[in-house]
T-cell receptor, first 114, second 116 residues
Framework: DSGVTQTPKHLITATGQRVTLRCSPRSGDLSVYWYQQSLDQGLQFLIQYYNGEERAKGNILERFSAQQFPDLHSELNLSSLELGDSALYFC?????????????FGPGTRLTVL | DQQVKQNSPSLSVQEGRISILNCDYTNSMFDYFLWYKKYPAEGPTFLISISSIKDKNEDGRFTVFLNKSAKHLSLHIVPSQPGDSAVYFCAASALYGGTSYGKLTFGQGTILTVHP
């Protein structure tokens, strides 16, 4: 158990809809990261937040957005969903001890867009 | 443009023998490297890491070697155990302008199967 929690575990929705994925980092970690894992793209970095502020951005679509709240949990919002958005979405956190780049991953949310 | 490559999609070894997983990178700005293990339906689990100022880091059965001139790293597992069977990802990160950005760039993964 990495200490990172993600909800929901599975999500099935239709094209055009909007969903919100939630992540709670390990206790004491200030950084939260979001990654997308699809079959053909592997694990792709989406976005990083540090203590409530956006720190780095990867190949995140404009239809996607994220935020980190004062209690350090984070939400990833995906809108106008397309079939190609079906993937595993992982949240990771880092910071409490250890190297900043040693990220600890949650179990993921499997999103299926029908 | 794949900056981190794991050219072997799969590796099969006998229990008790050494497993060697390889990873190549192209971005010379990468300065920190990590290995993760992933079981199906779970998130990646951090295994071991190495800074670019070192060429070897050891943790129990796991050793990571870094060859900066060749832009190559490898993970050695000795002895291999059936429970090590999983997908192994190498990942790299870079330091920009004195601020450590946490973006990890992952390879495509290698499926390790350890036979009893």
């Amino acid at each position: 158990d990495s200490g990172v929690t993600q909800t929901p575990k599975h999500l099935i929705t239709a094209t055009g809809q909007r969903v919100t994925l939630r992540c709670s980092p390990r206790s004491g970690d200030l950084s939260v990261y979001w990654y997308q894992q699809s079959l053909d793209q592997g694990l792709q970095f989406l976005i990083q937040y540090y203590n409530g502020e956006e720190r780095a951005k990867g190949n995140i679509l404009e239809r996607f957005s994220a935020q980190q709240f004062p209690d350090l949990h984070s939400e990833l919002n995906l809108s106008s969903l397309e079939l190609g958005d079906s993937a595993l979405y992982f949240c990771a956190s880092s910071g409490a001890g250890g190297h900043i780049n040693e990220q600890f991953f949650g179990p993921g949310t499997r999103l299926t867009v029908l | 443009d794949q900056q981190v490559k794991q050219n072997s999609p799969s590796l099969s070894v006998q229990e008790g023998r050494i497993s060697i997983l390889n990873c190549d990178y192209t971005n010379s700005m990468f300065d920190y490297f990590l290995w993760y293990k992933k079981y199906p339906a779970e998130g990646p689990t951090f295994l071991i890491s190495i800074s670019s100022i070192k060429d070897k880091n050891e943790d129990g059965r796991f050793t990571v070697f870094l060859n900066k001139s060749a832009k190559h790293l490898s993970l050695h597992i000795v002895p291999s155990q059936p429970g090590d069977s999983a997908v192994y990802f190498c990942a790299a990160s870079a330091l920009y302008g004195g601020t450590s950005y946490g973006k990890l760039t992952f390879g495509q993964g290698t499926i390790l199967t350890v036979h009893p």
